[in-house]
């Protein structure tokens, strides 16, 4: 920093001045500086609907599946893009059974964890 602008940051009159300032421009903002809140009422309810700013109505049919040209190429011809050779098989059925568990409560010994208790199927 310049030697100038230091010896006026360490102005004594320099600092009260500002600091004056700074209680003058606190005390006008609570204050309000004369002003008042604006008068507050209900809104009132408008006859018609707003209006869209983008026509939407006909962005539904855009996107449908009938708009579209079917593709030239289809799927089960001979084809070196297109191949059933890299299809996986359908998997097994789950090997898994349901059972019903039964929730049958909590308990808990002195200072130890809770333990719970289920019941599963008849065991």
Do not use: D, E, R
């Given at each position: 920093?310049?030697?100038?602008v230091k010896r006026t940051l360490r102005n004594r009159w320099f600092v009260a001045g500002v600091h004056a300032g700074l209680w003058l421009l606190l005390y006008?903002?609570?204050t309000h500086l004369g002003g008042k809140a604006p008068d507050f009422r209900g809104a009132d309810a408008a006859?018609?609907?707003p209006q869209s700013p983008a026509p939407v109505a006909g962005l539904g049919g855009l996107f449908s599946p009938g708009v579209w040209p079917r593709s030239l190429n289809e799927t089960n011809t001979l084809n070196p893009f297109f191949t059933r050779y890299f299809v996986p098989?359908?998997?097994p059925p789950p090997t898994t059974r349901k059972i019903q568990v039964?929730?049958?409560g909590f308990?808990?010994?002195?200072?130890?964890?809770?333990?719970?208790?289920f019941k599963l199927d008849e065991a």
């Open positions: 920093m310049p030697p100038v006008l903002t609570v006859l018609n609907p098989p359908t998997p039964t929730y049958q308990y808990q010994s002195g200072a130890g964890l809770k333990q719970t208790i």
